[in-house]
């Protein structure tokens, strides 16, 4: 099993900037990546805004936030982090941290439980 926290979330003019962290806890050492979705006011579906493979670095952005979000990782605390900047008001939204792995050509996902995040006009 694998645990999830985030922090930072919270309240920000449009143009600022926020910090997110998702510190993993447990079998840690049988992630494959983790992430970050966000789900909008409204929105039934959590959507995808950023990845990063445990092993390589490789990274993933949903177009919208490419050139503003950068996602990173510390692998000794087992930490990710979500530095967003120039964040819009679009961007207002519970943020989720996700962990998964895969055995056996099974996913398994892990989730935080959700830090939120609102940008002001």
């Known amino acids: 099993q694998v645990q999830l926290v985030e922090s930072g979330g919270g309240l920000v003019q449009a143009g600022g900037s926020l910090r997110l962290s998702c510190a993993a806890s447990?079998?840690?050492?049988?992630?494959?990546?983790m992430g970050w979705y966000r789900q909008a006011p409204g929105q039934q579906r959590r959507e995808l805004v950023a990845?990063?493979?445990?092993?390589?670095?490789?990274?993933n952005y949903a177009d919208s936030v490419k050139g503003r979000f950068t996602i990173s990782r510390d692998n000794v605390k087992n930490t990710v982090y979500l530095q967003m900047n120039n964040l819009k008001p679009e961007d207002t939204a519970v943020y989720y941290c996700?962990?998964?792995?895969?055995?056996?050509?099974?996913?398994?996902?892990?989730w935080g439980q959700g830090t939120q995040v609102t940008v002001s006009s």
């Open positions: 996700n962990a998964y792995r895969t055995t056996w050509g099974i996913k398994v996902d892990y």
């Open positions: 447990g079998t840690t050492s049988s992630i494959n990546a």
């Open positions: 990845t990063i493979m445990t092993s390589g670095g490789n990274t």
